[in-house]
C-alpha cells in the first residue's frame, strides 16, 4: 500500500512567486491535515480536511495560503504571493476515521520543502 | 488548548545504553492518544509508539517503551539499547479522536558509538 506523497520534494521560488504544493493521502484516508515546520521551530498545524469539507483552519496564517482538497482525495496548498517568512517544510498527513479502522495515528508524507529567496 | 512540553532540545546516549526523553502536556480531557514520532535526516516522520490514555499499562514497542503517568500529565519515552540508527528528532505529540495532532518542540538524540 502507497504511503502519504507530497510533491515536490524541494521548491526553490522568489518572494512575490506562488507555488502550489500536492499531497495524495493513503487511499481510503478520510482526514487529510498539513503542517509547518519553519527552520528551528515548531511544528505547527496549519488544517484538516474531513473528505473535502474543511474541518478545521484555524492554523493557516493568513489569506496568502489557500487549501484544496477536490473530490476528497489529493490535496493543494497554494501560497500565493510567497514572502520569506514562508520557507520551512510542509507536511501532508492522512488518518482513516475511526469506524474504518486506524488506531489514532497520523501517517506523514517525507514533507516538501520550501524556500523564498 | 492543549500544549505538548519536550524541555529537553537535545540529548546524547552511547550506543548500547538507555537514553529517557520527556514530555509533559496540558489538557482537560480524558481520553485522548500519545505518540512518540521520530524524523530522522530524511525527514519522513515515523511513528515509534503509542498509547491511549484510558489503557493504563505502558506502551511497550521492542526497544521502545513509555513512562505514562496520566494524574501528572507526563509522557516519556524509554530508549533501551540504543543503536545508532536511533539518532534523529523525537517528537511527542497529544491527540484527541478525529482532531489535529498537537506537537512538542522536539528532541535532537545523538547517539555516540
Known amino acids: 500500500e502507497a504511503g502519504v506523497t507530497q510533491f515536490p520534494s524541494h521548491s526553490v521560488i522568489e518572494k512575490g512567486q506562488t507555488v502550489t504544493l500536492r499531497c495524495d493521502p493513503i487511499s481510503g484516508h478520510d482526514n487529510l491535515y498539513w503542517y509547518r515546520r519553519v527552520m528551528g521551530k515548531e511544528i505547527k498545524f496549519l488544517l484538516h480536511?474531513?473528505?473535502?469539507?474543511?474541518?478545521?483552519e484555524s492554523g493557516m496564517p493568513n489569506n496568502r495560503f489557500l487549501a484544496e482538497r477536490t473530490g476528497g482525495t489529493y490535496s493543494t496548498l497554494k501560497v500565493q504571493p510567497a514572502e520569506l517568512e514562508d520557507s520551512g517544510v510542509y507536511f501532508c498527513?492522512?488518518?482513516?476515521?475511526?469506524?474504518?479502522?486506524?488506531?489514532?495515528?497520523?501517517?506523514f508524507g517525507e514533507g516538501s520543502r520550501l524556500t523564498v529567496l | 488548548a492543549q500544549t505538548v512540553t519536550q524541555s529537553q532540545p537535545e540529548m546524547s546516549v552511547q550506543e548500547a545504553e538507555t537514553v529517557t526523553l520527556s514530555c509533559t502536556y496540558d489538557?482537560?480531557?480524558?481520553?485522548?492518544?500519545l505518540f512518540w514520532y521520530k524524523q530522522p535526516p530524511s525527514r519522513q516522520m515515523i511513528l515509534v509508539i503509542r498509547q491511549e490514555a484510558y489503557k493504563q499499562q505502558n506502551a511497550t514497542e521492542n526497544r521502545f517503551s513509555v513512562n505514562f503517568q496520566k494524574a501528572a500529565k507526563s509522557f516519556s519515552l524509554k530508549i533501551s539499547d540504543s543503536q545508532l540508527g536511533d539518532a534523529a528528532m523525537y517528537f511527542c505529540a497529544y491527540r484527541e479522536y478525529g482532531n489535529k495532532l498537537v506537537f512538542g518542540a522536539g528532541t535532537i538524540l545523538r547517539v555516540k558509538s
Open positions: 480536511f474531513v473528505k473535502e469539507s474543511k474541518q478545521d
Open positions: 489538557t482537560s480531557e480524558s481520553d485522548y492518544y
Open positions: 498527513a492522512s488518518s482513516p476515521s475511526r469506524p474504518s479502522g486506524g488506531r489514532g495515528e497520523l501517517f
